[in-house]
Structures are given as structure tokens and as C-alpha cells.
């Protein structure tokens, strides 16, 4: 049984408030010693607790006091522990991000939504795109492109008319943002075990930046991105929301 909680909250004055009600009821565990791990927010929040070290092996059970919080769970504050036992829980593997820079540097990043580069001037960027080192197109002219996880393929990936993809579909969502040419385009759907690796085309001139979640790469000449088994991640959810029945229901509603 789960009853050692330890709770995060956003900045803004809900999220405080709520961690203030929590924490008076059901007490501020410390996080090493904690069963779970409750964040107070919205997904932003959720992927920076996902993000510590520490939630490896602690199961994440996220309460919605943000604006969208499509993985959070309502906030209810009363019989907190029951539903936190009561919770279905899903692994969740993020996508990892290796970026060069213009200037020659190395910059890793975990993403647990998506991993987008994009332009960073009024100029189109122009992308090489390889798949396990086979070039798959010689040149993408578009705002940007992103490699997005199932988990995240609701977010960023879906308001660019990206698919949404089931967790058990082991398929990553590649998906252009706003592309000119080739104009028709919508992207691909790849087996989870593919590396993919976008390569800018004139950097000088067409600047590039690159995110992995909240982790922002400036002037980025290549991004490789692939998924990462040996981080795992435990997502708890109530058994009338759970995150498999959000993603199926999200495709319904016009």
C-alpha cells in the first residue's frame, strides 16, 4: 500500500494552494522516502518531476491544477490515498536527444513529449532527414520537425496534424510543422528502435534551434533522437481516466 507522498506544485497561486490543502491533510513525506510522488500543475509540471532522477523508480501520480493537463488526474483532494492504490499505472520510455551545435558543442536531452527543431530566424529551415543513417529525404522545407513518443503525441505533435498513436502501438510520430515543400508531406510513423537524425542545410543563413521538453538548443547544425529503454517511468492514473482511454477519446473530438 502507497501512503508516503511527497508533493510538488507550479509557481502560480492554484497549484500553491492546492499543495497547501495536501500537505495540511495528508503530510510532506521527503522524496527519497516516499512511495509516490504527486504533482500539482499542469503538464509542464508533470514532465519536470518525470525528468528527476529521483521518480525512476517511484511511481508519478499527477493531479491537474493547470490550464490543459491532458496527463494529470482531476484534483480531487479527499480519499487521495484509496485512488492513488486504487491507480492504474503505465510505463513510459522518453526519447533521447543528442544535439551538435554550430560551434561544435554536445548537448543531451531527455524528452518524455517530443524532440522538435525548428527555425529560429523569418527564414524556412532546410532538413535532411536520415533514419538509421539512410538519408529519407534529401530536403524538408518547413517551420521545423519533430520526433514525438506516444505518450506525447497529443501535444505538440497533434496541433501540427501529427497522428495520434496509442502507448502500445511502439511507433514514434514523425511529423513536420508547417511544411512548404514537399508541400504535401505529413510526415511518418517508425518503429520505436529506429534512430533518427535531422541535418540543417545552410545554418548559417537559416539558424536552427532544437527542444527536447523544456531543454532548448540554440544553432544546431545536426539532432539525433531515439528512444531510450533503459529510463522508465511509472504514470499512475484513476481507472475511469486512464491515459489509454484519453488518447483513443482525443481522436473523436471534432
Known amino acids: 500500500m502507497m501512503k508516503h507522498i511527497h508533493f510538488i506544485a507550479a509557481p502560480h497561486d492554484k497549484a500553491q494552494s492546492a499543495l497547501i490543502e495536501l500537505t495540511q491533510t495528508y503530510g510532506q513525506c521527503d522524496i527519497d522516502k516516499a512511495d509516490v510522488i504527486v504533482p500539482l500543475g499542469g503538464d509542464g509540471t508533470l514532465l519536470e518531476t518525470l525528468s528527476k532522477d529521483i521518480t525512476q523508480n517511484v511511481p508519478v501520480f499527477g493531479m491537474n491544477k493547470g490550464s490543459v493537463g491532458f496527463l ?55 532538413i535532411s532527414i536520415y533514419v538509421d543513417e539512410h538519408q529519407r529525404m ?12 506516444p505518450a506525447g503525441s497529443t501535444a505538440y505533435n497533434f496541433s501540427a496534424h501529427g497522428p495520434i498513436l496509442p502507448l502500445g502501438a511502439n511507433l514514434l510520430a514523425l511529423t513536420p510543422i508547417s511544411p512548404f515543400r514537399p508541400r504535401r508531406w505529413r ?48 504514470l499512475l492514473f484513476d481507472p475511469e481516466q486512464n491515459l489509454e482511454e484519453r488518447i483513443i477519446s482525443e481522436q473523436f473530438i471534432i
Open 72 to 126: 494529470m488526474n482531476p484534483y480531487r483532494p479527499e480519499d487521495l490515498i484509496e485512488r492513488i492504490n486504487k491507480a492504474q499505472s503505465y510505463e513510459i520510455h522518453p526519447l533521447r536527444m543528442r544535439a551538435t551545435t554550430a560551434d561544435g558543442q554536445t548537448v543531451e536531452g531527455v524528452a518524455f513529449n517530443e524532440v522538435a527543431v525548428f527555425r529560429a530566424t523569418h527564414h524556412a529551415a532546410k
Open 138 to 149: 534529401a530536403e524538408l522545407i518547413a517551420d521545423g520537425v519533430m520526433v514525438a513518443s
Open 187 to 234: 510526415g511518418a510513423l517508425l518503429p520505436q528502435h529506429h534512430e533518427i537524425r535531422f541535418k540543417v542545410n545552410d545554418p548559417e543563413n537559416r539558424p536552427v534551434n532544437a527542444t527536447a521538453d523544456s531543454i532548448e538548443v540554440k544553432n544546431v547544425v545536426e539532432v539525433a533522437i531515439w528512444q531510450s529503454k533503459r529510463i522508465q517511468r511509472h
